[in-house]
């Protein structure tokens, strides 16, 4: 008996204690809620490493390009330059290791002084905890740089809610012109 009033009277004041409110527009609905502050929302943080293959030419290519620009004169960097995208990322940097998913999404030259793109890629996993799950990366890409940091702005699934960042870090020494290799360190807060 004591057990439930105690249960009760906690619900009554988490009931009490918790203000809602809400905003109604034409076309959205937003609720504020404070909970009360011994309740807190946890976040996990989750780091993935794994490798994204470009294949460029070849019988099955997994880069096409989209969009040609006219280009007034002579332009180095090739602003306007669109290409889609659909390439296997594995555990580890060859192309015959485990597959961990794939990275579906577009990229662009956007820069008319160097070769800095603007990447959206769905990181969208197949293998393992995360089957099903996505992360998404939307950020400039300045592709010549050997390392670089792009930001992780959502994600589904088991990755709901995730912020983070992407450090992508180019393997020369292991591409070719037909076949580009990443190697993605991915670091996530998500519920």
């Known amino acids: 008996m004591a057990q439930s009033l105690r249960f009760f009277f906690l619900f009554l004041v988490a009931l009490i204690s918790a203000h809602i409110t809400t905003t109604r527009g034409a076309f959205s609905q937003q609720s504020h809620i404070t909970l ?9 943080l989750t780091h993935l490493h794994f490798f994204y293959h470009d294949i460029l030419e070849g019988k099955n ?16 960097s090739g602003f306007g330059t669109t290409f889609m995208m659909d390439n296997l990322l594995t555990e580890g940097p060859e192309l015959s290791s485990n ?9 662009g030259l956007a820069s008319l002084e160097d070769r800095g793109m603007v990447m959206l890629i769905n990181f969208a996993f197949t293998e393992g905890d995360y089957a099903g799950s996505t992360l998404s990366l939307l950020g400039r890409n ?4 050997t390392v670089r940091e792009m930001p992780i702005v959502g994600g589904t699934g088991v990755f709901r809610f995730a912020k983070g960042y992407a450090i992508a870090k180019s393997h020369w020494d292991l591409s070719t012109s037909e076949h580009f290799v990443v190697e993605y360190d991915v670091t996530i807060s998500h519920p």
């Open 142 to 145: 300045p592709v010549h740089d």
């Open 61 to 76: 290519p997994t880069v096409v390009q989209i969009i040609y620009p006219q280009q007034s004169g002579d332009s180095p």
């Open 99 to 107: 597959p961990v998913g794939r990275a579906q999404g577009l990229f």
């Open 36 to 44: 009360p502050t011994d309740q807190q929302l946890t976040q996990k």
